[in-house]
């Protein structure tokens, strides 16, 4: 199977559309480029794997206000990594 660029306009038009499998490519090539801002729109646009990658990025950085964004943005599993890490002993005892 040949490897097909395909363009961001086009991805944006698809994903417009609804598309998820398009919102998932956008996700991550803004995930690949570090672009948050553009992570955050797809999120607040419905797309669970730039929550996804949001998450990976809040738990891998301890950020626990990120990972209460995105669980109230619409992404469960944040409330999940947020409650595992609250719960978790801390280092400091």
């Known amino acids: 199977m040949a490897n097909t660029n395909i363009d961001r306009e086009t991805l944006r038009a698809l994903a417009d559309e609804g598309n998820e499998t398009a919102l998932d490519r956008l996700a991550d090539l803004a995930d690949a480029a570090g672009d948050l801002g553009e992570l955050s729109e797809l999120l607040d646009e419905g797309s669970m794997r730039a929550g996804f990658l949001l998450t990976r990025r809040a738990v891998a950085a301890g950020d626990l206000s990120e990972l ?26």
């Open 68 to 93: 209460q964004r995105i669980s109230d943005a619409g992404y469960d599993a944040a409330g999940g990594e947020l409650d595992r890490l609250l719960r978790a002993p801390s280092d400091d005892r």
